[in-house]
């Protein structure tokens, strides 16, 4: 593993379905973060995690969950899954407090 | 509320400069981020200012105005390969990262 790895890539998923996006980091970086990413929309923040143990929530984190058991994980379930949550989620990790991400390479998901 | 303007596309031409403005009107103020994001990739960081005026890395440049809550991304001898969108966004007092939509730049030969 290189940097942070996402997966899957790409999935799609009937609606009230469950799905966790699974994302992991090699770089031992403090800071975890989720975002959605939708067309003319800037990066929103769903939830994030300062350090192992300890998770926030983002500006848009209704329907999602996050749990950060140690460094490396940071997955983001959907509990039961909605058509508004077709979109491509970007997994990102940071030292602390900088504002230099490294992303993964995005999971791109549609409800149907 | 917190806010992240730039334009939605440009065009430019190979070899020539073109300039990305961005506005921003942000609770608090920890820094200014340009990122570079190519169609179907994740976005890759470019640049970061934090105090007032011009940052050089190579062909790319980034500019503040804190007072005016202005940044801009200057790009340099364009090349093809600087086709992409060109994300600004800001740091909040919170320390969180507030995105502006991103502006699709699309470089012409």
């Known amino acids: 593993i290189a940097g942070i790895t996402q997966a899957p890539t790409s999935q799609i998923l009937a609606a009230g379905r469950r799905m966790t996006l699974r994302c992991t980091q090699d770089m031992r970086h403090n800071a975890m973060y989720w975002y959605r990413q939708d067309l003319g929309l800037g990066l929103r923040l769903i939830h994030y995690?300062?350090?192992?143990?300890?998770?926030g929530k983002g500006e848009v984190p209704d329907g999602y969950s996050v749990s950060r058991a140690n460094t490396d994980d940071f997955p983001l379930t959907l509990a039961s899954a909605v058509p508004s949550q077709t979109s491509v989620y970007f997994c990102a990790s940071s030292g602390d407090n900088t504002g230099e991400l490294f992303f993964g390479e995005g999971s791109r998901l549609t409800v149907l | 509320g917190q806010n992240i303007d730039q334009p939605t596309e440009m065009t430019a031409t190979e070899g020539a400069i073109v300039q990305i403005n961005c506005t921003y009107q942000?609770?608090?103020?920890?820094?200014l981020f340009w990122y570079q994001q190519h169609a179907g990739e994740a976005p890759t960081f470019l640049s970061y200012?934090?105090l007032d005026g011009l940052e050089e890395k190579g062909r790319f440049s980034s500019f503040l105005s804190r007072s005016k809550g202005y940044s801009y991304l200057l790009l340099k001898e364009l090349q093809m390969k600087d086709s992409a969108s060109y994300l600004c966004a800001v740091m909040d007092s919170n320390y969180q990262l507030i995105w502006g939509a991103g502006t699709k730049l699309i470089i012409k030969p």
């Open positions: 942000t609770s608090g103020f920890n820094g």
């Open positions: 200012n934090v």
């Open positions: 995690s300062n350090t192992a143990g300890t998770t």
